[in-house]
């Protein structure tokens, strides 16, 4: 599982040698963030996106012993039920969340293993219906921590169809974002604040990996380089092995000098480095020609680029990602588009594999 930190710009390739459970952390604005405290699709935001694609590669993801999550000893909320080894969860407005929780008797204990998460959903959603697998901490009471709750992956408003979700990750970064949280555990949440929605679960398998990567998202939406690093504590406390960090949008478009963003930036990677964390720092991508400063990005870019390279440290290139600043990618000036955000997660995995 080896993986290369490329500026394709400069032909520089870093080598990196991780070890077979691999943690990475991504701390950044709301590209990276995506819809970071909501249910969300799969296929759509990074990093989940690029965590799902890593969960499903044979030459990354190796799962050892037998599926932990037995469903039959499962706790079942609200208007769910399980049959045939289909779970099924039925959900109105007048009605409370539908749930399938993994028994107390079997949540994971907070260590440095990684897990793999995968299950197959079949839903119809009306308008105001979420179903989403989740992943969460229970306190010393077992009641779970909302702040521990992780989105894996679902269906959002007012779709339907078939999906299967693949998902890794670390008891100990649930851990990481709350003090409270003793043990860890997963489940399927449906909620409809409309119509009738319904949905069935099946082939829920949990593993231990021998072998894998952890992406997780520590990134906040709308946040500047300079907030990031006042949260910097957070990567810390889960101390990753990697971390990626993708500001600039935000600081380029709120008038922040190139001079001050990077001294910021420059101590994210100072601390990250003291605490024997990679780091991997992103390019900008393109904004779109009615936003603040559109016209510095590629100075900015230039810039970031040549410091990774003369810093030693890892560049994700996120403007050539974007077939160097197409701005068919971006579609209100700033935010990628679903297919921008599809790029992105993809484009990352080139680090991995």
Same mark, same amino acid.
Request: hydrophobic content about 40%.
């Given at each position: 599982?080896d993986a290369?930190?490329?500026?394709?710009?400069?032909?520089?390739?870093?080598?990196?040698?991780?070890?077979?459970?691999?943690? $990475?952390?991504?701390?950044?604005?709301?590209?990276?963030a995506?819809n970071?405290n909501?249910p969300?699709?799969?296929s759509?935001?990074?990093?989940?996106?690029?965590?799902?694609l890593l969960?499903?590669?044979?030459?990354?993801?190796?799962?050892?012993?037998?599926n932990i999550?037995?469903?039959?000893?499962a706790?079942?909320?609200?208007d769910?039920s399980?049959?045939?080894?289909?779970f099924?969860? $039925?959900?109105n407005?007048?009605n409370?969340p539908?749930?399938?929780?993994?028994?107390?008797?079997?949540?994971?204990?907070v260590?440095?293993?990684?897990?793999?998460?995968?299950?197959?959903?079949?839903?119809i959603?009306s308008?105001g219906?979420?179903l989403?697998?989740?992943v969460?901490?229970? &306190?010393?009471?077992?009641?779970?921590?909302?702040?521990?709750?992780q989105?894996?992956g679902?269906? &959002?408003?007012d779709?339907?169809?078939?999906v299967?979700l693949?998902?890794?990750?670390?008891?100990?970064?649930?851990?990481?974002?709350?003090?409270a949280?003793?043990?860890?555990?997963?489940g399927?949440?449906?909620?409809?604040?409309?119509?009738?929605?319904?949905?069935?679960?099946?082939?829920?398998?949990?593993?231990?990996?021998?072998?894998?990567?952890?992406?997780h998202?520590?990134? $906040?939406?709308?946040?500047? $380089?300079?907030?990031?690093l006042k949260?910097?504590?957070?990567?810390?406390?889960?101390?990753p &092995?990697?971390?990626?960090?993708a500001?600039?949008?935000?600081?380029?478009?709120n008038?922040?000098?190139?001079?001050?963003?990077w001294?910021?930036?420059?101590?994210?990677?100072?601390?990250?480095?003291?605490?024997?964390?990679?780091?991997?720092?992103?390019?900008?991508p393109?904004?779109g020609?009615?936003?603040?400063?559109?016209n510095k990005?590629?100075?900015?870019?230039?810039?970031?680029?040549l410091?990774?390279?003369?810093?030693?440290?890892?560049?994700?290139?996120?403007?050539?990602?974007f077939?160097?600043?197409?701005?068919?990618?971006?579609?209100?000036?700033?935010h990628?588009?679903?297919?921008?955000?599809?790029?992105?997660?993809?484009?990352?995995?080139?680090?991995?594999i």
């Amino acid at each position: 599982m080896d993986a290369l930190f490329s500026s394709q710009q400069i032909n520089q390739k870093i080598p990196f040698h991780p070890k077979s459970l691999l943690r $990475v952390s991504c701390l950044g604005d709301s590209i990276t963030a995506g819809n970071f405290n909501y249910p969300h699709a799969s296929s759509v935001w990074y990093p989940t996106h690029a965590n799902h694609l890593l969960a499903e590669n044979p030459k990354v993801t190796k799962a050892c012993g037998n599926n932990i999550f037995i469903p039959e000893n499962a706790l079942l909320q609200g208007d769910a039920s399980l049959a045939a080894g289909k779970f099924t969860l $039925v959900s109105n407005s007048a009605n409370l969340p539908s749930g399938i929780l993994m028994n107390p008797k079997e949540l994971l204990p907070v260590d440095e293993r990684l897990y793999l998460l995968t299950a197959e959903l079949d839903v119809i959603l009306s308008p105001g219906g979420h179903l989403a697998l989740m992943v969460y901490g229970t &306190d010393s009471k077992g009641q779970i921590i909302d702040n521990s709750l992780q989105w894996a992956g679902g269906f &959002d408003t007012d779709s339907h169809g078939y999906v299967k979700l693949s998902y890794v990750f670390s008891p100990s970064f649930i851990a990481s974002l709350d003090p409270a949280v003793i043990k860890v555990g997963i489940g399927v949440m449906l909620r409809s604040d409309g119509q009738m929605s319904t949905g069935q679960v099946h082939n829920i398998q949990l593993y231990e990996l021998a072998k894998g990567i952890a992406v997780h998202n520590q990134g $906040v939406s709308y946040t500047t $380089v300079a907030e990031g690093l006042k949260t910097i504590d957070k990567v810390i406390k889960w101390n990753p &092995d990697i971390c990626i960090i993708a500001y600039g949008t935000n600081d380029i478009r709120n008038g922040i000098t190139l001079e001050n963003y990077w001294t910021d930036l420059r101590c994210i990677v100072d601390i990250l480095q003291e605490n024997q964390i990679f780091p991997v720092i992103a390019t900008l991508p393109p904004l779109g020609d009615d936003q603040v400063n559109y016209n510095k990005v590629p100075e900015w870019n230039e810039f970031i680029t040549l410091s990774a390279h003369e810093l030693g440290i890892g560049l994700w290139d996120r403007w050539q990602a974007f077939d160097n600043g197409d701005v068919a990618f971006i579609e209100d000036g700033r935010h990628p588009t679903k297919q921008g955000y599809l790029r992105l997660g993809e484009d990352v995995l080139r680090f991995f594999i």
